[in-house]
């Protein structure tokens, strides 16, 4: 067995028998993408007027955080090619990160430590593990987050402990924001400018190297591509947009204890992602939405839940594998006989 | 002196129901290239069938014991069927997404069965003990340690003696040679599931008496039983299982004497940097290739 076998398959040996066939990236979205985050944009910043109240506004406010954690999740399994259930760790440093740090000077000192911080301890994770295959890594990082749980619970000088913190202000340039619809544009903000970001790296040869590397693996680094600093740079960067989706919890929430932040929270977001699409960036802020809004809408199967959520995932990996965000393409190669996504894209 | 021989014994307790755990996950892998995540939740129903053998029907100890083992063993056959067999073609990581699924499902499944509270399996021995060389040993423990070593011997057994075993190794060996050698190799991947859900679901029945049975009783279990499989290098029976008891003393000892705050810590501490340093496992030898 050749060393690019042992690379590609799941725990380092092989998987004999089985040949993935090359992940299609659904093209529909790929161009006019900046028009398209001004679209979201524009459509966002209207949206208050047609939702109001409490109960609405929170429900905004969580879809948007929800859309930088899968966001980030979309940097670490496409770009980076990991499978990482650390989400909830970086979340819960990203929070409490930006609760000790905006005391010292605002929210947006405490969003830009917190991605920092968190961007920072990503990297030095994927750089600590690049050599782990691809399930372990997976267990490790299962591991990292309940690590992180665990230090989060006892360490109570930084997370105030099982009491958690309380009163977190949320000042920009001194001015104190504090009712939910200034919250909602908070959230939303970081999350456009977070798109515009990750448009940004899409359209730029980094992507093209990273699902070169992804894709390729050994091949890649024969090439001369520096593929473990890459990817760990790509990883660093999906877990900034982790820490910046907790820094937003705790500023628009004005209380974080170690109840805020579950094992599930990491599932979710993979869920998300699955749903919306894992081959676009437009498929997991897609996904969060939907899966903010699925559960209020189904309250009466409040005890299904989970359930739901499990026969939604197995569906969904059987049935639509590039997730609702490839679905226009599908249904317009279905209208025009053409194959999906045209040439093998990604 | 007391205090180690206590600490040792439930050491060797704990790793044995992460062995348990361990072997399941193992022998799947070897056979199939899956990594089962539902293993935990597996567990976690083997306790729960226990329960409500035991004390909701009040059916005697052994037979209850055999019982769970072969409705875990239908739960893994069933899993199979859902979770993997549609799945045939894909990639790996979606099969281990599956898993997850399954779990998820599973777990939901329990706490709709039997609630989230929590519930407590009477051990067969009651709340005796053993004194040994100063220390006050559960009888539960010595049967867990016994019940293990019998199926351990008896799995090795099975591997290295039986015309079953033969066709195990070799679908282990190489999937398309044994296919070609005329093994019924889906028959035999339904077959490995429904054993590493089956060891799971003994380990989960024996270990419920010396913990509270929730629905989240697996979950940390199976994080300590993959440090055991990662420091094995998720191919080696052997290496395993001595990781797993490895782990667990060391986990007990440390709890014992240097800090019990972060007790539930130190099998992520040995997991994490085991995987930094040796990725392929401690006794595994490493394929490096430079460019």
Redesign the interface.
Known sequence: MS?TD?AA?????S??????PPPIRPAIFERRQREWVVAVAVLGALLPLLVQGLYGTGIMITSAIYGLLALGFYFQLTLAGQ?SLATVGFYAIGAYTSVWASQHGGFLVGLVTAVFVTGLIGTLLKL??A??????????T???G??TM??MR?WTGFTGGGTGRFGIETKIFGLALDTPREYFYLAFGVLVVGIGLAVLVERSPAQRDLVFARTMG?VA??TGLPTRRLQAVAFGIGAGYMGAAGSLLAHTSAFIDPSSFH?ETS?DV?LML?LGGSGSIWGPPLGAVILTLVPEWLRDLA?????V???I??LV??ML?GGLASLPEKVRARLTRRPPGGAVKR | MGHFVGLLASGVAQGAIAALIALGIVLL?QTT?V?NFAQGDLLTLGAYFGVWLVVDHGIATIPAYLIVVALVFGVGVAMER??YA?????????V???T???A??L???I??WQGNDQKTLPSPFGGRVWHFAGAAIPYQSVLIVAVTGVVLAGLMLMLHRSSIGRQVRALAA???TA?LQGIRVTRLSVLMFGLSAALAGLGGVLVAPTLTVSPQLG?TLL?SS??AT?LGG??RMGATVLAAFGIAIVQQMAAGYVSA??V??Y???I??VA??LR??GLFGEV?R?R?
């Open positions: 060393a042992r398959a799941g725990t380092g040996r998987r004999p028998g089985r040949h993935a499978f600590a593990l050599r782990s295959p691809l399930i372990q890594f997976a267990i490790a299962l591991a990292f309940e690590l665990i230090v006892n050994d680094r024969t094992v599932l993979l699955l005890d299904y839940k989970e359930l959520y499990a026969v995932i197995l990996i059987v594998p | 892998h290239g990594v859902i979770g549609p799945l045939r073609r894909q990639p790996i990581l979606a281990v997404i599956s997850f699924a399954l998820l499902g777990r939901s499944l706490i709709l190489d999937r398309e296919l979950f994080l993959f440090a990662v998720f191919d705050d972060y539930e810590a099998p992520y501490l997991l994490l995987l930094v990725p392929s394929v290739v460019y």
